[in-house]
């Protein structure tokens, strides 16, 4: 069963390739541009967006919206009548399912 | 030598309640681990006949390198959380190792004994001990979680022991040994079947038995929840593997696989979710629990091997995340919102990392490694299923950098800490390190892992050396 874990490549390149960029990451951190006076951008030119700040509340919003996840959010209620009924329904299921496979 | 090991934490639980020290729960968990380390070091099953009554007339601790390992993880993550604990808890220390010590010895029984009554006791110590701790801070989020916490523990705890009365009164023994020997898969075994399977599903927080835990943990101790999302899953898990393995009920391998994918996506789409990180951490957790069950669904050995391992690793990196977020938290005056959470250091950064990618299961670090093996094992046996298993990784992945990003990317309104103490530092740094180590030479980890598996897989063995006395 070891053998999986034989392909070396499999450890060795993202290992190669995560270190790879970390040290880039941290050589262009380390270096230090001389900006003219008044200049803060790097860029200067194109088209000039607002600068924006996600909230943490905004996190993948378009994909809890378009999978409507908040529906299962709203299954959790916080009220223990409720908690109660799921532990019975799923002593239900379970019955069920020894029933059915044995 | 397993009855002095109880022996001692017992003695040290209550004699810390009464001297007032810390040091002594605390010495009594780390010499119980570095005992279970010296007995694992043996071969074969252990035993242990309480007042030389032999089985399956007298109460049996048997254990077996399974069980070995649960005690062993029980206790390994129970001392770390016990070190780093001494500068967490300021008030009622006393109390508070008592409480835990107490919570150890309940994890400890369930996974050594041989007896399904005596494991219902010890489930109940390790319960009542734990709403307790959970309470510990006595706030409205605190109380409010202890009691749905008691509530839906109670509906465990009675499913058990009805369960166990029924199987009593059919087989007429409570050595689980000799149960296997004498159980038909009559009508009436089935009932008490579904509520042994429902009551431990309960403890191990599986959809949709899930509910208490979030609310639990967002009250509780962060060193509390290392405990309750790293080893007291475990002891559900176990606890329902010694049920099916030791009964033979390979058919329920389809229930195991269901409850495993639900509980994997349903967790993971709640952490997504999470704005409070102590609840997306318990989400996360259910998730991975979702992992372990399909992994041991699967039935093959590569699943098991797989589960095994995944179970292993998601407590060593589950327990590493509660504690840095605990000392995130204990240095921001207790925010947990993500919203208003920021801090700057470094070396809590990196290891919330690392066990984040351990925990997601990105090369080369411990998670990596069981989630391959699952991965390997589904493939063979259903691709969607190991298709959902890999979109679930996605999430998963989503909701750790969101939690990342806004804990320790966040530059408005951050919090640098400074001057962590080394006694809180060390057992992160030392799950950390076994994060590395473990992904990085995965051949260690199955060195624990594969003995566990061909015990798990070879209940005759168990039972002949049960009711043969060794």
Redesign the interface.
């Known amino acids: 069963?070891?053998g999986?874990?034989n392909y070396w490549l499999?450890?060795v390149l993202?290992?190669l390739a995560f270190t790879a960029m970390g040290f880039i990451i941290y050589a262009l951190g380390e270096k230090k541009g001389k900006p003219a006076p008044g200049k803060y951008e790097t860029y200067t030119c194109g088209e000039k967006f607002p600068v924006t700040?996600v909230?943490?509340?905004n996190?993948?919003r378009p994909?809890?919206r378009i999978l409507e996840?908040?529906r299962?959010?709203h299954a959790?209620t916080?009220i223990?009548s409720?908690?109660?009924l799921?532990?019975v329904?799923?002593?239900v299921?379970?019955?069920l399912?020894?029933?059915v496979?044995? | 030598m397993i009855g002095y090991i109880i022996l001692i934490l017992i003695v040290a639980t209550f004699l810390s309640l009464i001297v007032r020290r810390d040091i002594l729960p605390i010495g009594a968990i780390i010499i119980s681990f570095l005992f279970l380390v010296f007995l694992a070091a043996g071969s074969g099953i252990v035993l242990f006949e309480f007042g030389g009554w032999e089985a399956p007339f007298g109460i049996v601790w048997a254990a077996d390198k399974l069980s070995m390992m649960i005690a062993m993880l029980v206790t390994g993550i129970a001392s770390l959380v016990a070190v780093y604990s001494l500068r967490y808890i300021k008030e009622r220390r006393h109390r508070y190792y008592s409480l835990l010590s107490l919570m150890t010895i309940g994890m400890l029984g369930v996974s050594l004994t041989g007896d399904i009554f005596n494991l219902y006791v010890f489930f109940e110590i390790f319960s009542i001990s734990s709403y307790a701790l959970v309470a510990f801070f006595l706030d409205d989020y605190a109380i409010e979680g202890a009691f749905k916490y008691l509530v839906a523990g109670s509906f465990a705890t009675t499913m058990l022991l009805l369960g166990i009365a029924l199987l009593y009164g059919s087989a007429g023994t409570l050595n689980m040994a000799d149960l296997s020997s004498q159980i038909l898969q009559t009508p009436m075994f089935l009932v008490p079947l579904a509520l042994l399977i429902t009551g431990f599903g309960l403890k191990v927080a599986m959809v949709p038995f899930h509910f208490w835990k979030p609310d639990a943990i967002e009250g509780t101790p962060s060193p509390i929840g290392a405990i309750f999302t790293a080893v007291s899953t475990s002891i559900g898990i176990y606890c329902i593997l010694r049920v099916l393995f030791i009964f033979s009920l390979i058919e329920l391998n389809t229930l195991l696989i269901v409850f495993g994918v639900v509980t994997m996506v349903v967790g993971a789409v709640m952490a997504f979710m999470q704005d409070n990180i102590k609840r997306l951490l318990a989400y996360s957790s259910i998730s991975q629990i979702g992992y372990i069950l399909l992994a041991l669904g699967l039935g093959t050995y590569l699943g098991i091997s797989g589960g095994l391992y995944q179970l292993l690793n998601n407590a060593i990196a589950n327990a590493l995340l509660f504690l840095s977020i605990g000392v995130v938290i204990l240095y921001s005056g207790g925010r947990e919102r993500l919203s208003n959470l920021s801090v700057k250091n470094n070396i809590l950064m990196f290891c919330f990392g690392i066990g984040a990618l351990s925990i997601i299961g990105i090369p080369p670090l411990a998670g990596f490694a069981s989630k391959y093996m699952i991965y390997l094992a589904a493939w063979e046996v259903s691709p969607p299923i190991a298709a959902i298993s890999i979109i679930v990784a996605a999430f998963t992945l989503a909701y750790y950098l969101k939690a990342f990003s806004c804990v320790f990317l966040n530059p408005r309104g951050r919090t640098e800490i400074k001057g962590i103490p080394l006694i809180m530092l060390i057992p992160i740094i030392i799950l950390a390190a076994l994060c590395i180590i473990l992904g990085i030479l995965p051949h260690l980890g199955l060195y624990v892992v594969e003995p566990a598996v061909q015990a798990l897989t070879n209940s005759s063995g168990y039972v002949a050396a049960v009711l043969g006395g060794g």
């Open positions: 069963m070891l999986i874990f499999l450890w993202p290992l700040d909230g943490h509340e996190f993948y994909i809890k996840l908040s299962l959010r959790h916080g223990l409720d908690y109660l799921m532990i329904t799923g002593f299921i379970v019955l399912f020894v029933m496979l044995i």
